[in-house]
């Protein structure tokens, strides 16, 4: 594997904009079909593993959720090989048992965006891909594994509300979510899970608890000023749990999602024109020449 080539990859989430811990490090900027990455995707040896760091926001916050160019982002990654992704996100809690400061892995979400693009094949080619667990299992295990062993309060399971942001839920909204069972929300992880997992990669959020939103009887409206504050306390947690967490995604993949396209390229080959089969040729190559 060369030095610009990591089988695993962070994606940061807000505050989340540098891994200081990585070493032998190399930038790589990659050119897409769908645009450029958030930024330059830096390359670098951490616990003895390669992995790939990308901010999702780039570095010094200038994409909102709407904006991330998430397509570029996740077909960058595949380009340089990677097949697990670790999303860090911040997200707001609609429990009071999900205090700030914790640490939830989701295995369900609620979409509730509608400006993003949010599948490679928006064109010229039907793909229904299998979202039904959007979450891989055994990527998501091994972060609650680590994260038993560290001083945090981690809650595994639980549903992801996606909203589109920037700005925060009105109550009638928190309220909403509430009564449909969910347990956090956030603004990031739709479409970037859908897009893995049409990529074929393993994808898993850490998603850490900033707020209660604004559901909350007696708490004052979400702040910035309080969010940035927890903000900064979990971005120091989850550097710390990623150096437990990636060596124990290493090794060969024995889920499903490596192989999520196989039955879900429903547009018969001869039908799909040449210079898409070309573009996307890192993702369905091996499954159309």
Not at 25 to 30: Q, T
């Amino acid at each position: 594997m060369s030095k610009a080539q990591a089988e695993i990859a962070v994606i940061g989430g807000s505050g989340l904009y540098d891994m200081d811990a990585l070493t032998n490090v190399d930038r790589v900027d990659v050119e897409t079909p769908f645009g450029n990455p958030s930024d330059s995707i830096v390359v670098g040896d951490l616990a003895g593993v390669r992995v790939a760091f990308l901010p999702r926001h780039g570095r010094g916050h200038r994409f909102n959720p709407t904006h991330i160019p998430v397509r570029a982002n996740i077909y960058a990654l595949k380009t340089i090989g990677v097949e697990r992704v670790i999303s860090v996100s911040a997200v707001g809690s609609l429990k009071e048992e999900f205090a700030p400061l914790d640490l939830v892995i989701p295995s369900q979400l609620i979409d509730r965006t509608r400006l993003r693009e949010n599948t490679f094949f928006d064109e010229h080619m039907v793909t229904h891909i299998g979202i039904a667990d959007p979450f891989c299992y055994n990527a998501s295990q091994a972060i609650h594994r680590a994260a038993q062993q560290i001083d945090v309060n981690v809650h595994p399971g639980g549903t992801m509300v996606v909203m589109e942001g920037p700005a925060f839920s009105t109550r009638a909204e928190s309220f909403m979510y509430r009564s449909w069972g969910a347990d956090i929300i956030g603004m990031t992880a739709l479409p970037e899970a859908k897009l893995a997992r049409e990529a074929e990669m393993c994808y898993a959020t850490m998603a850490w608890i900033t707020d209660y939103d604004v559901w909350r009887a007696n708490t004052e409206e979400v702040s910035v000023e309080a969010v940035v504050q927890n903000l900064m306390k979990n971005v120091a947690t989850s550097k710390e749990l990623l150096l437990r967490t990636v060596p124990a995604l290493t090794g060969r993949r024995n889920c499903k999602c490596g192989d999520a396209l196989r039955d879900a390229i429903i547009t018969s080959p001869e039908m799909i024109p040449g210079d898409m089969k070309e573009r996307l040729a890192p993702i369905i190559g091996k499954y159309i020449s």
